[in-house]
């Protein structure tokens, strides 16, 4: 099926524990992840990152995204986000499709 962001919510409840999006939302145990698709990994002011995401050189864009959430310590070895992976594709669409809703502000 195509993308859905209601589903995307439902798996953003996964996430919820560490990171906000939204108008309120502030950066907590994980950064703020509005505005995620075209920025530089690290770059979220006021947060501090590990030196394994500063330093990353990544862009987050659909084809990092995806790569990054099936195993981020894979992905970003040495990163201090503890989260064991999302593996369904059609889920991490859905995501994708909910956390494009929010733009950087
Ligand atoms: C970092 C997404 C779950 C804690 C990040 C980053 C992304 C992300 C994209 C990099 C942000 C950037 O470079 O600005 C997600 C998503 C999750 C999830 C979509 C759910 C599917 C979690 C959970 C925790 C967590 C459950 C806490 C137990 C962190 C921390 C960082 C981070 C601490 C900073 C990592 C570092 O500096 O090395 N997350 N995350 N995340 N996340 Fe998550």
């Keep these: ?12 409840a996964q996430c919820r524990a560490c990171h906000q999006v939204g108008e309120t939302a502030r950066n907590i145990v994980g950064p703020v992840l509005n505005g995620l698709f ?9 947060y501090s990152y590990s030196p394994a995401n500063k330093n990353s ?4 864009d659909e084809a990092t995204f995806r790569e990054y ?11 201090k986000m503890i989260y064991a992976g999302l593996k369904d594709e059609q889920r991490i669409t859905d995501l ?8 950087a502000s």
């Design 1 to 12: 099926r195509a993308q859905d962001v209601a589903a995307g919510e439902r798996v953003f």
């Design 38 to 46: 075209g920025r530089k990994a690290g770059t979220v002011e006021g």
């Design 57 to 60: 050189g990544l862009t987050w």
């Design 69 to 79: 959430i099936k195993d981020p310590r894979a992905k970003m070895p040495g990163t």
């Design 96 to 103: 994708i499709a909910y956390l494009k809703q929010f733009d």
